[in-house]
Nanobody
Framework: QVQLVESGGGLVQAGGSLRLSCAAS????????MGWFRQAPGKEREFVAA????????IYAESVKGRFTISRDNAKNTVYLQMNSLKPEDTAVYYC???????????????????WGQGTQVTVSS
């Protein structure tokens, strides 16, 4: 079955950086837009960023614009999330997800994403 495996999470001080990776297998990666979502304890899951299947137009949550960058490497079946200037409020479990979407603009609604990874914990200390 389809697998999405996140890595790169950890503990970092405020102002620091982390780079998350999500390796996909058993799907035609280039047919899927990819997104990152996060869920903090006691909160709803929220959209973070997304990239269309061929790269190009990316979208971000307002809370991470200018700090996070999503990218993908279709040759490696991997999507990345570079997170800079991290804040304590970025603490959450981060999930990658795949959306079979041919549009040039990706979607931010989690309901559109068919496949999900198991998540990786990001903790930002103050």
């Amino acid at each position: 079955q389809v697998q999405l495996v996140e890595s790169g999470g950890g503990l970092v001080q405020a102002g620091g950086s982390l780079r998350l990776s999500c390796a996909a297998s058993r799907l035609t990666f280039s047919n899927y837009a990819m997104g990152w979502f996060r869920q903090a304890p006691g909160k709803e899951r929220e959209f973070v960023a997304a990239v269309p299947r061929s790269g190009g137009t990316t979208i971000y949550a307002e809370s991470v614009k200018g700090r996070f960058t999503i990218s993908r490497d279709n040759a490696k079946n991997t999507v990345y999330l570079q997170m800079n200037s991290l804040k304590p409020e970025d603490t959450a479990v981060y999930y990658c997800a795949a959306d079979y979407n041919i549009a040039t603009r990706p979607r931010s609604d989690a309901k559109n994403y068919e496949y999900w990874g198991q998540g990786t914990q990001v903790t930002v200390s103050s």
